[in-house]
């Protein structure tokens, strides 16, 4: 069994504690990587529990964090996000075929700590005597993971460094928001994803610039690019800027996300795209 035939078959699993259960429980340092096997897109990605109802975002009820339905809410979509965050890593680690090993394994890595993320939450959302899934959720996060199957470039692109980058720069007002309402437990877990999701982004960002460099592609303009080219969100201020930096975003980087002026660029990474099954290879490591 090779790392990326473990992480489709995990990503499968449609029951979310057993996904969490049986991702902690591997050792991925004892499995081979399996960067060259040919694997099959099965019919339906993620496996997908009956609960939480998916709705669109603007179903979601809109709840003060001083009731206990406004407290239960916010925990909840913490909750999904962080299950989502699961599948978003698993995918990563088994999609794409052709990179290095240390690829595989950075991703598998990220997968179990978001499963402890996702088991940190749910423990304390049942302090409120709400399960996962109680509550309806969004879909939001993997949209962009469906549109960016054809490319890892794209993939390192718009999920890890924009959507799950915007985590760096919720998380401050969230913890805020769990503190306010005497919530400690809370917010402590707040402060260690804050801390994980830093380190989640920067593996993002490492394998973003390398493809980039590999490709020969000037990396602001290639990420606006991709941006419009697979309509990816606007991510609006404030941001988190400290976050960002310790997660590897550069000067030119952080300036394009505040005044949204990418330089001008030669190469339109939509067109030098390689097929997702063979990335243009950076040297094995």
């Known amino acids: 069994?090779?790392?990326?035939?473990?992480?489709?078959?995990?990503?499968?699993?449609?029951?979310?504690?057993?996904?969490?259960?049986?991702?902690?429980?591997?050792?991925?340092?004892?499995?081979?990587?399996?960067?060259?096997?040919?694997?099959?897109?099965?019919?339906?990605?993620?496996?997908?529990?009956?609960?939480?109802?998916?709705?669109?975002?603007?179903?979601?009820?809109?709840?003060?964090?001083?009731?206990?339905?406004g407290h239960s809410a916010l925990l909840h979509a913490l909750a999904h996000i962080e299950h989502n965050a699961v599948n978003l890593a698993l995918d990563a680690c088994w999609r794409f075929g052709g990179m290095p090993d240390a690829y595989y394994r950075d991703w598998f890595r990220i997968a179990r700590e978001e499963a402890q993320h996702f088991g940190l939450l749910r423990d304390h959302l049942a302090t409120l005597g709400v399960r996962y899934g109680d509550l309806a959720a969004h879909d939001g996060l993997w949209e962009m993971v469906a549109r960016t199957c054809d490319d890892v470039l794209a993939r390192m692109a718009l999920v890890p460094r924009t959507l799950e980058a915007r985590g760096l720069d919720a998380s401050p007002a969230v913890r805020q928001r769990l503190a306010s309402i005497g919530d400690a437990a809370g917010a402590r877990i707040v402060d260690l994803l804050l801390r994980d999701e830093i380190g989640h982004v920067a593996v993002g960002n490492r394998w973003f610039h390398r493809l980039c460099a590999e490709r020969g592609l000037e990396p602001v303009a290639t990420y606006a690019a991709l941006s419009l080219h697979y309509r990816a969100p606007v991510l609006p201020g404030p941001y988190n800027l400290p976050a960002r930096q310790a997660a590897g975003f550069t000067d030119a980087e952080l300036s394009y996300l505040q005044q949204k002026k990418p330089p001008a660029s030669m190469a339109d990474p939509t067109e030098t795209r390689t097929d997702a099954r063979s990335p243009s290879r950076p040297p094995r490591r």
């Open 1 to 69: 069994m090779s790392l990326r035939r473990l992480a489709l078959d995990l990503l499968q699993i449609r029951d979310p504690d057993a996904k969490v259960l049986q991702t902690l429980a591997v050792r991925p340092e004892r499995l081979p990587c399996g960067a060259d096997a040919a694997l099959e897109t099965p019919a339906h990605l993620p496996g997908r529990p009956e609960r939480p109802v998916l709705v669109a975002p603007r179903d979601l009820p809109a709840r003060a964090v001083g009731t206990h339905a």
